[in-house]
């Protein structure tokens, strides 16, 4: 069999799972290869998708190995269920579990922070004074929301006059719902935008975009109601076929687009969100009204990651996105040190599907270099995301890092239509497949 049609075979099973016999095919575990001995010591920062999955996934490559996980948070965030819940389709409570639950037996979790890494002493600083050392090291932090990047803006205004952010968390996801509804229900002007950084699922704000333009259409109606978007992209998507439709559907909805936008500042009692606009080499103040805004805050690398020395020097310099392989995920100044996730500094996968992909080429190589050997995986940019385009409706894009479309069910779903199917991965088979993928099932 071909290495591409592996690849497909893995990717329709991603996907797939939770449509016919979900129940019976997340009950199965990939075919695992014989355990390793080893007495290494293995740390991972961050027990999100990444930190987790790998966690699970080492737990059975491994046997002897000692496995620690390093993250403060108690609760477990499942994040593409955050859309659901700022548009109320879903409660809160949808996309949060306990940490602890999802560890296996024979990895260690240190409920603290990082606090500092030395990659020449190959040390972890905890914020509550332990040091860990490792002789493998896996960053899957996640991200941080810089929300004081934005002048006038805070979390405690989410919910209230008109403001919305379901980036922040569960409960900041619910009260965006009770500001857009307060919106669909009473019309006005909506206004969702998306940062200049790199970002969390690109898709995200077109998704809370089309949402919230579809469940205004049938509540307060047509006529009264606007819906705008600003970025401060030139397009409304990284592919660019995906952008052009994203265009044309926006354009057939009366979605107005205002391009080369960066959002400044908010004045929430005028209700007017201040944005730099940028015409060719000239620069310009632009001020929108809003009755709804939807904020997405730039996003950058903890500052554990920015401060160790482990960033790229010569892109994403204000970012701080972890220097990586892009192929292997594997740093390129220090090869027992791997990225995973959100923090890593590749040119796409800032997605859960990406996740799913990424691991198994960091476990490959973290465990053929245990033993000696060369790894072979490679990790080609896949990235998958269910397009919402109206309740109900949705468009399945996966692409790669050449942004070619790279669609699991050829010639079975469109990529490019709007599909109830496809929505049906998103709102009912995802979460199955996410949580298969954190146990390392998937």
């Given at each position: 069999m071909s290495d591409f049609t592996n690849m497909a075979t893995s990717r329709r099973a991603f996907i797939g799972l939770g449509m016919a016999g979900m129940a019976a095919a997340l009950a199965g575990s990939p075919a695992q290869a014989a355990k390793v001995a080893t007495k290494a010591r293995i740390v991972?920062?961050?027990?999100?998708?990444?930190?987790?999955?790998?966690?699970?996934?080492?737990?059975d490559r491994l046997d002897g190995a000692e496995?620690?996980?390093?993250?403060?948070?108690?609760?477990?965030?499942?994040?593409?269920?955050?859309s659901l819940v700022a548009a109320g389709l879903k409660p809160a409570d949808y996309v949060t579990s306990q940490t602890a639950d999802w560890l296996p037996a024979g990895v260690s979790l240190v409920a603290e922070r990082?606090?500092?890494?030395?990659p020449e002493a190959k040390t972890v600083s905890t914020e509550g004074g332990q040091?860990?050392?490792?002789?493998?090291?896996?960053?899957?932090?996640?991200?941080?929301?810089?929300?004081?990047?934005?002048?006038?803006?805070?979390?405690?205004?989410?919910?209230?006059?008109?403001?919305?952010?379901?980036?922040?968390g569960a409960d900041y996801a619910a009260k965006t719902w009770e500001a857009a509804q307060k919106f669909t229900e009473e019309g006005g002007v909506g206004l969702v935008m998306r940062p200049e950084t790199e970002m969390k699922c690109?898709?995200?704000?077109?998704?809370?975009?089309?949402?919230?333009?579809?469940?205004?259409?049938?509540?307060?109606?047509?006529?009264?109601?606007?819906?705008?978007?600003?970025?401060?992209?030139?397009?409304?998507?990284?592919?660019?076929?995906?952008?052009?439709?994203?265009?044309?559907?926006?354009?057939?909805?009366?979605?107005?687009?205002?391009?080369?936008?960066?959002?400044?500042?908010?004045?929430?009692?005028?209700?007017?969100?201040?944005?730099e606009k940028k015409t060719g080499d000239a620069v310009s103040t632009v001020e929108l009204p809003y009755d709804y805004l939807h904020v997405i805050p730039p996003q950058r690398a903890p500052d554990v990651i920015r401060e160790s020395g482990l960033s790229w020097g010569d892109k994403w310099v204000d970012q701080g996105w972890v220097e990586c392989d892009p192929q292997t995920m594997r740093h390129l100044r220090?090869?027992?040190?791997?990225?995973?996730?959100?923090?890593?500094?590749?040119?796409?996968g800032k997605t859960a599907a990406s996740v799913k992909f990424q691991v198994p080429v960091v476990e490959d190589h973290l465990v053929a270099a245990i033993e000696g050997k060369e790894g072979t995986a490679t990790y080609d940019g896949y990235t998958s995301c269910p397009l919402i385009t109206r309740v109900g409706r949705a468009m399945l894009i996966e692409f790669?890092?050449?942004?070619?479309?790279?669609?699991?069910?050829?010639?079975?779903?469109?990529?490019?239509?709007?599909?109830?199917?496809?929505?049906?991965?998103?709102?009912?088979?995802?979460?199955?497949?996410?949580?298969?993928m954190l146990r390392g099932k998937a």
């Open positions: 991972i920062i961050g027990a999100g998708a990444a930190g987790t999955a790998i966690a699970n996934r080492l737990v496995i620690t996980l390093v993250d403060g948070r108690k609760q477990h965030l499942y994040q593409p269920g955050l990082a606090a500092a890494i030395d040091t860990l050392a490792y002789d493998y090291l896996i960053v899957a932090p996640g991200l941080v929301l810089d929300y004081d990047a934005i002048e006038g803006f805070s979390l405690d205004m989410v919910g209230q006059n008109g403001i919305g952010s379901l980036y922040a690109a898709g995200a704000p077109l998704k809370h975009t089309f949402l919230i333009d579809d469940i205004a259409s049938r509540g307060v109606g047509s006529g009264k109601y606007e819906m705008h978007y600003a970025a401060p992209q030139g397009a409304l998507f990284g592919v660019p076929i995906v952008a052009e439709k994203v265009r044309m559907l926006f354009e057939e909805r009366g979605i107005e687009t205002h391009m080369q936008h960066t959002l400044k500042s908010v004045d929430p009692g005028q209700k007017r969100a201040t944005f220090y090869p027992e040190i791997f990225a995973l996730g959100d923090v890593a500094g590749v040119p796409k790669d890092y050449k942004n070619n479309l790279v669609p699991s069910f050829p010639g079975v779903i469109a990529p490019m239509e709007e599909l109830w199917i496809s929505w049906l991965m998103k709102e009912v088979a995802l979460k199955a497949t996410y949580n298969a």
